[in-house]
């Protein structure tokens, strides 16, 4: 199996927010030097600002022959008035999404923004770049920047609920897919939805703890990300995250980001980049990774898969923790994680995908400070959970009623698009093979069921809890949609998401009028 690091750092070229007297050059050629020093190769993606500064031009001109520069595609001021529009920020940089990100502008006024990124970068480097990538970035854009640029990959931020005014939940948790061109955040189940261009998942996300850190803590103090401002740093966990994430599971390939963006300041970011760096370096030299440029994995990415594999991330125990184990499995038509939490198994996460499904940028600009790109949910534990109330939401096991205690929890890879976790205890054991198109459970335990277990208001959206509960210092608000209906029928699930209707089939098992799922025939199947 293919284990890829890329080592992407994007440059700011301003930084507004009042306090932070950083010098944003220095990140930039500590970054090149350790680079140098531990004979690796990485991604520079400049924002427009940067762009055009001679001072990070010259930088640049200087590290080109082991870095791939590309563009990192946030809005600031000189850009929108490059292409005549007006500029509505706080600052020359305001990371609120109606002024900072593609979205905040309609279609047409996009691609202007875009062709002038492209062609000043023309200008300057003497071809197009072949990378792009920002927090986030519109299916309008994708498209154009793939059809029109050839670009060969794009990068985006990880799954989080509200962090910096960002709701991105429900998507490819990490690796990378070919998103829909109705909706980026989106995998197409299909060559003729997709746009040809991979988009990869950034920052490095703990497959057990970041997910809904947010709302129980842990005891981890910053986001548990291989991002060297937060729990990156550590040096323990580091290592742990890397023997975790390449130790052989992935089904297609498996992946993750390092590097900074330049706005942290090297005072926050040097010490995890020190450790890290030299890490990486070694571990290519001892085979077990490939490091590559952002736009080499897209090329690697495109000769190797016609439409969208199947990936997961297995890891038999938690960074301090040996009773908790997780399981990512995520396909063009579904995501799952399955939590082992000290005995108890949940399915925490389920989500459909669904090519149709429209993003909300898709036809009209962005007219609030948050956004939400977001996937059709059936279980979400982040949100659909209450720790006031003491609901942590689920689809747990169940026999006659009461969560099932397992003894163990064992992952294997059937084929190169198939995963089995296999649960065992004193009542039986439960198999669950994930394939591309469906779940199927085989287990001897009588009674056995799956039981959804979550917060009425906070599924169906009838309490205000987003702000208090995922937004942070830099925005106090969130977006967040929610489901409308969701009703048994004739051996289907039918829900009604942001207005948007999808059905989750049970082609074995029984459902009932609250949602359980019931063994028949020792079997429960569900398709997608």
Request: contains cysteine; proline residues 3%.
């Amino acid at each position: 199996m293919l284990n890829i690091v890329n080592i992407i750092n994007f440059v700011r070229g301003v930084e507004p927010r009042e306090g932070r007297n950083i010098d944003l050059e220095q990140p930039v050629r500590e970054q090149i030097r350790i680079m140098r020093e531990n004979g690796l190769r990485g991604t520079f993606l400049l924002q427009y600002d940067a762009l055009i500064s001679p001072d990070f031009q010259a930088i640049m001109k200087q590290c080109e022959d082991i870095c791939e520069i590309g563009l990192w595609l946030e809005i600031v001021e000189p850009l929108v008035r490059a292409v005549g529009e007006e500029w509505h920020g706080r600052y020359s940089w305001d990371w609120y999404c109606d002024v900072g990100f593609l979205i905040g502008y309609t279609p047409d006024v996009r691609l202007k923004l875009i062709d002038e990124s492209m062609e000043r970068f023309k200008e300057i480097y003497g071809r197009y770049p072949q990378s792009v990538g920002a927090w986030h970035i519109d299916a309008v854009s994708m498209r154009y920047l793939s059809e029109k640029y050839g670009v060969s990959a794009c990068c985006i931020c990880r799954d989080q609920v509200g962090t910096d005014g960002y709701t991105m939940q429900g998507g490819y948790y990490n690796q990378a897919y070919y998103p829909s061109v109705n909706n980026m955040f989106c995998p197409a189940r299909t060559e003729q939805a997709q746009i040809n261009m991979p988009v990869f998942r950034m920052l490095g996300s703990d497959p057990v703890y970041e997910y809904d850190r947010q709302l129980f803590g842990y005891g981890i103090k910053h986001c548990a990300t291989l991002e060297a401002g937060q729990l990156g740093r550590d040096p323990q966990w580091c290592d742990w995250f890397f023997d975790n994430v390449f130790c052989g599971n992935g089904l297609c390939f498996q992946y993750t980001q390092a590097g900074q963006e330049n706005s942290f300041g090297w005072k926050i970011m040097g010490e995890g980049i020190e450790y890290q760096f030299p890490k990486i370096a070694e571990l290519e030299r001892q085979g077990k990774v490939k490091v590559m440029t952002l736009g080499e994995s897209g090329q690697w990415y495109k000769r190797t898969y016609r439409t969208t594999p199947p990936a997961a991330i297995a890891v038999d125990s938690a960074w301090r923790d040996e009773e908790r184990k997780s399981v990512w499995y995520y396909s063009r038509f579904y995501r799952m994680n399955l939590l082992f939490d000290k005995g108890i198994a949940r399915i925490r996460d389920m989500y459909v995908f669904d090519e149709k499904y429209e993003e909300h940028y898709l036809r009209a600009r962005c007219e609030t400070h948050a956004c939400e790109f977001r996937n059709l949910p059936v279980m979400d534990g982040a949100i659909y959970s209450n720790p006031n109330r003491q609901i942590i939401a689920g689809i747990y096991m169940t026999a006659d009623g009461e969560p099932i205690h397992w003894d163990s929890m064992k992952y294997e890879e059937a084929s190169s698009d198939t995963a089995v976790v296999t649960l065992s205890g004193e009542l039986g054991y439960a198999r669950i093979t994930l394939g591309e198109s469906e779940i199927a459970l085989k287990t001897d335990i009588r009674g056995f069921a799956l039981c959804p277990v979550y917060d009425r208001e906070r599924v169906y959206g009838t309490a205000e809890f987003g702000d208090k509960q995922f937004a942070n210092h830099n925005n106090r608000k969130t977006n967040l949609s929610f489901i409308t209906r969701a009703q048994a029928d004739k051996g289907e699930i039918g829900f009604c998401f942001d207005g948007y209707d999808y059905k989750l089939r049970v082609s074995e098992g029984h459902i009932d009028k609250d949602l359980r799922i019931s063994s028949e025939n020792n079997t429960i199947r569900i398709c997608f």
